[in-house]
């Protein structure tokens, strides 16, 4: 019987029609071991599909400059397009050298010895100031910590720096809110009206709902970005109703179905992402008790594997918000425009003093990277090499401290000089 199956299955497999090959996808390797000289912290292959990406640290007093090029396992599957949008490589650089990071063009609330390192040009008691509370501004840059640029909601919309919206309150985007919050959409009634209010982050429990929106156009993308809500993490939209527009509905997954059998939300469900039409299943309980599913692109592995579904596991995402959250709270001394900058909450928020900072870090590479940090190597690589990574903002600290220091020994021997000139 064995016999006659692989005599039947082999022809199969060596008669495979080429045009179906062309459309596997490929994925890039991805290193952090071999040197790339002269002060190289990055390079990337500039093809696509991308073949390879390397990464590197940069020396104490040195930090990898952004924006870099990357991938997604979509684009690698784009041959030709004539929207440089859809590209990993567009405005991004593909070869990047470290830079020494001198500590300037900083926003209020961080750390400075010299007006000249602020973006207001004021230094004040060692940090950076903006406007206060009721100064007219037109954007969110020129207002100190705790403040946004926000307009009055009534014609003639004159804007002030103004206190961070609070839970409830009205606002336009993430940046009006406190930072445990976010803007979106409360109900479909305010999605339809346009109307956002500061919702805070992971409070609605599973089964809960609010206004879905599509952010990103990528369901991968949208279920995370609309899940910020959400206790677990994790949102569908919800089609409820006869209504066009879904709901969103925070939920918990029980299971993930491929074409390589079916998965717990615990492991890493593996996938055959060859094969163009691989989607997971992610099936989910509606709050009416029905089993319902969402479809999400198998994505590229890093271990020569064939294949992983892109969400993190329900662990993975508990730590993750769970550090976030401490994350944001800790970094009120922050301007609002920095709280997504780890290198500027290891300033003015949580500081590198408590290890929540390189918890969060690596929190963040597993669940940003699922698929590619299911290799023990490559996450690695990603934890340490990254210039956003905790290694990579400690060695930039250092240089921020050192410039401090020149800085220092360039006035030291300025005044020793003009006594000497004296
Ligand atoms: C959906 O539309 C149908 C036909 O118009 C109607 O009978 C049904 O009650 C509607 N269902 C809901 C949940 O509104
Ligand atoms: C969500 O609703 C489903 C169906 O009614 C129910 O089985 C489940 O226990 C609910 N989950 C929570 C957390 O309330
Ligand atoms: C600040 O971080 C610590 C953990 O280092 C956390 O326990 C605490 O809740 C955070 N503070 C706020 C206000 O979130």
């Not at 045009?19 to 040197?35: H, V, Y």
């Not at 429990?205 to 970005?225: E, I, M, R």
């Not at 709280?339 to 940003?368: F, H, M, P």
Request: with cysteine; net charge neutral.
């Amino acid at each position: 019987m064995a016999l006659i199956i692989l005599s039947l299955t082999l022809p199969l497999i060596s008669s495979l029609p080429t045009s179906l090959s062309d459309t596997l996808t490929k994925c890039p390797r991805i290193t952090c071991s071999e040197p790339l000289g002269d002060d190289i912290c990055f390079l990337h292959s500039s093809d696509n599909p991308v073949s390879w990406i390397k990464l590197q640290s940069c020396l104490p007093g040195k930090l990898c400059p952004s924006p870099l090029a990357s991938f997604t396992t979509h684009s690698q599957s784009i041959l030709a397009s004539n929207d440089p949008l859809k590209s990993p490589t567009f405005q991004r650089l593909t070869k990047a050298k470290c830079e020494i990071t001198y500590n300037r063009n900083l926003l209020p609330g961080r750390k400075c010895t010299s007006n000249y390192q602020c973006q207001s040009f004021v230094c004040e008691e060692q940090k950076c100031k903006g406007y206060s509370s009721g100064a007219s501004c037109y954007k969110h840059e020129q207002c100190d910590i705790g403040l946004a640029c926000i307009s009055k909601g009534t014609f003639p919309y004159a804007t002030t720096c103004d206190s961070l919206r609070k839970i409830g309150d009205a606002c336009e985007e993430d940046l009006e809110c406190q930072q445990t919050s976010v803007c979106w959409y409360q109900s479909r009634g305010d999605f339809y009206q346009s109307k956002k209010t500061c919702i805070v982050k992971y409070g609605l429990s599973d089964n809960q709902t609010f206004g879905w929106a599509p952010k990103h156009y990528d369901t991968y993308q949208d279920v995370l970005y609309n899940g910020r809500l959400c206790q677990s993490g994790f949102a569908v939209p919800y089609y409820d109703s006869n209504d066009t527009r879904p709901l969103g509905l925070c939920t918990t997954f029980t299971n993930v179905y491929t074409d390589q059998g079916i998965f717990t939300m615990n492991e890493a469900a593996q996938c055959m992402v060859s094969n163009l039409a691989s989607y997971c299943q992610y099936y989910y309980t509606t709050p009416t008790g029905i089993e319902n599913v969402v479809k999400i692109r198998c994505a590229c592995p890093a271990d020569g594997s064939i294949g992983y579904c892109p969400l993190p596991s329900i662990e993975a995402m508990r730590k993750y918000s769970l550090y976030d959250y401490a994350l944001s709270g800790n970094g009120t001394n922050c301007h609002t425009l920095d709280r997504n900058s780890e290198l500027a909450q290891s300033d003015c928020g949580i500081g590198l003093s408590s290890s929540l900072l390189e918890t969060y870090l690596n929190a963040k590479v597993l669940v940003e990277q699922w698929p590619l940090a299911q290799n023990e190597r490559v996450r690695k690589c990603l934890e340490d090499k990254r210039p956003e990574s905790y290694k990579g903002i400690v060695l930039a600290s250092v240089a921020g401290s050192k410039a401090q220091w020149i800085k220092v020994g360039m006035v030291i021997s300025v005044v020793i000089m003009s006594v000497m000139l004296i």
